[in-house]
T-cell receptor, first 117, second 114 residues
Framework: DTAVSQTPKYLVTQMGNDKSIKCEQN?????MYWYKQDSKKFLKIMFS???????INETVPNRFSPKSPDKAHLNLHINSLELGDSAVYFC????????????????FGPGTRLTVL | DQQVKQNSPSLSVQEGRISILNCDYT??????FLWYKKYPAEGPTFLIS?????DKNEDGRFTVFLNKSAKHLSLHIVPSQPGDSAVYFC?????????????FGEGTQLTVNP
């Protein structure tokens, strides 16, 4: 009955490779997010989708491309991985803008630790 | 430009005592504040939230206080339990202007000693 799930949990890869991280939520939420937690432990938003539409796109290299096949899934594809991409990536979801009081309360997945060698 | 700050990287308290975690913010457009708890190798878990129209919200052992004039909020845990040991993140959003975008603080590691 996992609410927000991510795969894989750990990902170790060589510089220059292309990799994907998958996220799924079964909460019926309209909005999904990708966050990056860097070595200083800051959680910073990267992208957000609402009903498969991109609504937040922070200053992230073009090598990062989110894809939302449906509102329950938001995958993150990373091209030409670099050493600085090593971090923990968290997926999250929240009820959409029409839900009023729930706006802003986000529920997180367990994270994917990406290590680029 | 860090808009949400948690100036104490760590806090250690005895079991049964009160834990007070602090958070300061600079953006006056923030109107919704949340606290998340994070255990190692897990994602952040939503704990409690408060809207800017309130100054206090209580849920069991957890109480969040908001002082808008000081742009300061705090999380009180009483009584503290060893299972409360985790990293606590403060987060804020400006719902009218930025929707559901959350800005996080850097976290405070709470250790509750038996």
């Amino acid at each position: 009955d996992t609410a927000v799930s991510q795969t894989p949990k750990y990902l170790v890869t060589q510089m220059g490779n292309d990799k994907s991280i998958k996220c799924e939520q079964n909460l019926g939420h309209d909005t999904m997010y990708w966050y990056k937690q860097d070595s200083k432990k800051f959680l910073k938003i990267m992208f957000s989708y609402n009903n498969k539409e991109l609504i937040i796109n922070e200053t992230v290299p073009n090598r990062f491309s989110p894809k939302s096949p449906d509102k329950a899934h938001l995958n993150l594809h990373i091209n030409s991985l670099e050493l600085g991409d090593s971090a923990v990536y968290f997926c999250a979801s929240s009820a959409g803008a029409t839900s009023g009081i729930l706006l802003g309360t986000q529920y997180f997945g367990p994270g994917t630790r990406l290590t680029v060698l | 430009d860090q808009q949400v700050k948690q100036n104490s990287p760590s806090l250690s308290v005895q079991e049964g005592r009160i834990s007070i975690l602090n958070c300061d913010y600079t953006n006056s457009m923030f109107d919704y504040f949340l606290w998340y708890k994070k255990y190692p190798a897990e994602g952040p878990t939503f704990l409690i939230s408060i809207s800017s129209i309130k100054d206090k919200n209580e849920d069991g052992r957890f109480t969040v206080f908001l002082n808008k004039s000081a742009k300061h909020l705090s999380l009180h845990i009483v009584p503290s339990q060893p299972g409360d040991s985790a990293v606590y993140f403060c987060a804020a959003s400006a719902r009218k202007t930025s929707g559901s975008r959350l800005t996080f603080g850097e976290g405070t590691q709470l250790t509750v000693n038996p």
